[in-house]
């Protein structure tokens, strides 16, 4: 069974400082691999997908890699900004005609 | 504007009540989901559905209900049989199950029990 793991599951950083979030997921045959952005109380917004046969995304600031033989997925995010506080979450489709299967989340703090 | 309306944002069960939460897309998209998602878990899959009509089991099936009898409206019942409802609940949608689309979320339902 897929199991998604992120890892810190919270992070504080000045602001200005680059930042690494990580997900990896056990089962490497995925479909695609999504980054979704939580504020507290609300719901999720997709930041970036990735397609099995792509190595990342960018979006901004936001540059999502994935290596699925490893089965590991970063979120770089360049210059953080207090605006960027909020939980981040990854999540795998790893079959057609299933749902996403998420990880618990990291919750990022910008301290201005 | 196209999205996902959630409602209500807050809803309260009595013990031994049935609830329904609402949610409506208006951006005509086949698959819809529900997730579970307790303080500091993570999105646990309810039930899905990929067409009218037809929905699926999620890993927390037990103590849900769910009907699709539109494209438009997913409602999901949190029965007297769900013994730990308190939780906070998320409709999601996307074009169709396994598709590189991008999954869209709604605003969530928070259920209390009293």
């Known amino acids: 069974k897929q199991e998604v793991t992120q890892i810190p599951a919270a992070l504080s950083v000045p602001e200005g400082e680059n930042l690494v979030l990580n997900c990896s997921f056990t089962?490497?045959?995925?479909?695609?691999l999504q980054w979704f952005r939580q504020d507290p109380g609300k719901g999720l917004t997709s930041l970036l997908l990735?397609?099995?046969?792509?190595r990342e995304q960018t979006s901004g600031r936001l540059n999502a890699s994935l290596d699925k033989s490893s089965g590991r997925s970063t979120l770089y995010i360049a210059a953080s900004q207090p605006g960027d506080s909020a939980t981040y979450l990854c999540?795998?489709?790893?079959?057609?005609?299933?749902?996403?299967?998420f990880g618990k989340g990291t919750t990022l703090s910008v301290s201005s | 504007d196209g999205g996902i309306t959630q409602s209500p944002k807050y809803l309260f069960r009595k013990e031994g009540q049935n609830v329904t939460l609402s949610c409506e897309q208006n951006l005509n998209h086949d698959a819809m989901y529900w997730y579970r998602q307790d303080p500091g878990q993570g999105l646990r899959l309810i039930y899905y559905s990929q067409i009218v009509n037809d929905f699926q089991k999620g890993d927390i099936a037990e103590g849900y209900s769910v009907s699709r009898e539109k494209k438009e409206s997913f409602p999901l019942t949190v029965t007297s049989a769900q013994k730990n409802p308190t939780a906070f609940y998320l409709c999601?949608?996307?074009?169709?199950?396994?598709?590189?689309?991008?999954?869209?979320f709604g605003s969530g339902t928070q259920l209390s029990v009293l």
């Open positions: 990735i397609q099995s046969s792509q």
């Open positions: 999540a795998v489709d790893n079959q057609a005609g299933t749902a996403l299967i």
């Open positions: 999601a949608s996307s074009p169709r199950t396994g598709s590189d689309e991008k999954l869209f």
């Open positions: 089962d490497s045959a995925i479909y695609n």
